[in-house]
């Protein structure tokens, strides 16, 4: 039997506010292709399926579409639910989904309840563990004293060794958790509500294989305890990482073989540092055009309109910031302001976020504050349109 491990589709999610589901979309049917390549005969899908309980209308559609290209490729699909994911929503009409070849297990109920499926050396049965809250899943599971997900965990699989002790057959695990010895990239969300959210890798013995979501970097815990990571990077930490889904061979006697096959780059990631004028004209910045961007402005004063004019030639660019280009004086701030004005403070917060107010900005800084602390005017006449329109100018 050939299984496909895949998890965290995350359908619907957004990066730095930008709609991705165009790419996941794309994403779904590099999978199917795989699928077609390999011969696979099972798709598993470990959690996190969309991105938030209450998916929107487009991303069931995507992932209706998705699910119909993984059939149509010849495969059968596994799937449990994630963090993300509402279990009884993604579990709905489990039972008739079944009949078509999806297998949905969402439920505390179904952990010892595995789906069956054949090849020529015999049965393989793949037990669903969806992601269990703590303070919810042990009362569901007898577990008495407050443990953690180690506690909870530990409880599904004694219920899954018992029914796979029945069975005698060869056994994958699908499970939403975060194992030790792995290593999170930043863009989960923390399981930690509950208690300690990290478990051991012992807590699943007894299985052949352990196809586990959460994480999203494809990553070895043991040679059979594994994560497929992602299949699209969602933070700016993911760059580097070479998204894959993982490739399983059963014999008759278990594990024959696991392989990482790397799925195609929909949009590469790219983070670029540099004064804007720079960014906007050098020739070394022209691969990053078609990336998902991140910049870092160094100028020495922080540039108007900045995200507008690098979509000009970056139309991916999502996230800018400014860094000013000196460095601390290394004297804390009591230390700083002492013997200084109130004028001279906020004369200095501009200097820092901006650059040095104008003579026209010192005059409005100096009245508002004067007004702030009742202090009376030096000169009574109060200031004029004409004023007001010269300090503009000087401002502009």
């Known amino acids: 039997m050939r299984i496909v491990h895949t998890s965290d589709w995350h359908l619907g999610r957004t990066f730095h506010g930008v709609e991705l589901l165009a790419d996941q979309r794309r994403a779904l049917s590099h999978l199917a292709a795989l699928v077609t390549a390999e011969s696979a005969d099972v798709v598993i899908v470990a959690g996190d399926v969309y991105d938030r309980s209450v998916p929107s209308a487009d991303a069931v559609r995507v992932y209706d579409e998705g699910l119909a290209e993984i059939a149509a490729a010849g495969a059968q699909i596994v799937v449990t639910s994630g963090n993300h994911d509402s279990p009884t929503r993604l579990g709905a009409g489990s039972g008739f989904a079944a009949a078509g070849g999806l297998h949905l297990r969402t439920s505390i109920a179904d952990i010892d309840r595995p789906v069956v499926l054949s090849d020529t050396h015999g049965d393989v049965a793949f037990y669903g563990i969806p992601y269990l809250e703590p303070d919810t899943a042990r009362r569901h599971l007898g577990v008495e004293s407050v443990g953690g997900h180690t506690a909870v965990l530990d409880a599904a699989m004694s219920r899954v060794r018992a029914d796979l002790a029945a069975r005698r057959v060869r056994s994958v695990v699908v499970a939403h958790a975060f194992v030790s010895g792995a290593a999170a990239s930043g863009s989960e969300r923390s399981i930690s509500v509950g208690g300690v959210e990290t478990?051991?890798?012992?807590?699943?013995?007894?299985?052949?294989?352990?196809?586990?979501?959460?994480?999203?970097?494809?990553?070895?815990?043991?040679?059979?305890?594994?994560?497929?990571?992602?299949?699209?990077?969602?933070?700016?930490?993911?760059?580097?990482?070479?998204?894959?889904?993982?490739?399983?061979?059963?014999?008759?006697?278990?594990?024959?073989?696991?392989?990482?096959?790397?799925?195609?780059?929909?949009?590469?990631?790219?983070?670029?540092?540099?004064?804007?004028?720079?960014?906007?004209?050098?020739?070394?910045?022209?691969?990053?055009?078609?990336?998902?961007?991140?910049?870092?402005?160094?100028?020495?004063?922080?540039?108007?309109?900045?995200?507008?004019r690098l979509r000009e030639r970056f139309p991916y660019a999502v996230h800018v910031q400014w860094e000013r280009p000196h460095s601390g004086s290394g004297v804390d701030y009591r230390s700083r302001v002492r013997g200084r004005t109130d004028a001279e403070i906020v004369a200095s917060f501009i200097s820092d976020v901006r650059d040095e107010p104008t003579k026209g900005e010192r005059v409005l800084l100096e009245r508002a504050l004067r007004t702030v602390v009742g202090e009376p005017e030096s000169d009574a006449a109060e200031l004029t349109l004409f004023d007001l329109e010269t300090i503009v100018a000087e401002s502009a």
């Open 199 to 308: 478990v051991p890798a012992e807590t699943f013995s007894g299985a052949d294989y352990v196809a586990l979501g959460h994480l999203h970097s494809p990553q070895r815990v043991t040679d059979t305890v594994r994560y497929s990571g992602s299949l699209l990077p969602y933070s700016f930490g993911e760059r580097t990482h070479r998204k894959a889904a993982l490739v399983i061979d059963l014999d008759a006697d278990g594990v024959a073989e696991v392989r990482a096959h790397e799925l195609p780059v929909v949009r590469e990631l790219s983070s670029l540092t540099g004064i804007l004028g720079d960014l906007l004209t050098d020739e070394q910045y022209e691969a990053a055009q078609d990336h998902y961007v991140e910049v870092t402005l160094t100028d020495p004063v922080r540039p108007t309109d900045a995200m507008r």
